[in-house]
Nanobody, 128 residues
Framework: EVQLVESGGGLVQAGGSLRLSCAAS????????IGWFRQAPGKEREGVSC????????YYAESVKGRFTISRDNAKNTVYLQMNSLKPEDTAVYYC?????????????????????WGQGTQVTVSS
């Protein structure tokens, strides 16, 4: 059984930092695409960042560029999302998702409903 488990969420003041982790069991990350998504109350789930592009380059949504960094440790089967300079508008439930096929192109083109596996989410709340 495949499980993705997110951790590292919490309550932080604006300008603070958090590091989210996404650990997998039953699924070997290898260089498969892993994405981070978030969903705020009343809004649709949106892509934040992903890794595992065919050319190795990560993707970041414009709203988080320069503040968030995605990284992966394949030996630990874990992907991280370092979030700095957090803003109240970053408040959301953050999810990681895994796709079990390699890409020739950017991970940004993978449709959200194409991902094979999803975690349960971790809440990030940024206070002003």
């Amino acid at each position: 059984e495949v499980q993705l488990v997110e951790s590292g969420g919490g309550l932080v003041q604006a300008g603070g930092s958090l590091r989210l982790s996404c650990a997998a069991s039953g699924f070997t990350f290898d260089d498969y695409p892993i994405g981070w998504f978030r969903q705020a109350p009343g809004k649709e789930r949106e892509g934040v960042s992903c890794t595992g592009s065919g050319d190795g380059s990560p993707y970041y949504a414009e709203s988080v560029k320069g503040r968030f960094t995605i990284s992966r440790d394949n030996a630990k089967n874990t992907v991280y999302l370092q979030m700095n300079s957090l803003k109240p508008e970053d408040t959301a439930v953050y999810y990681c998702a895994g796709l079990q096929r390699r890409l020739a192109s950017s991970c940004s083109v993978v449709a959200i409903n194409s991902y094979d596996y999803w975690g349960q989410g971790t809440q990030v709340t940024v206070s002003s």
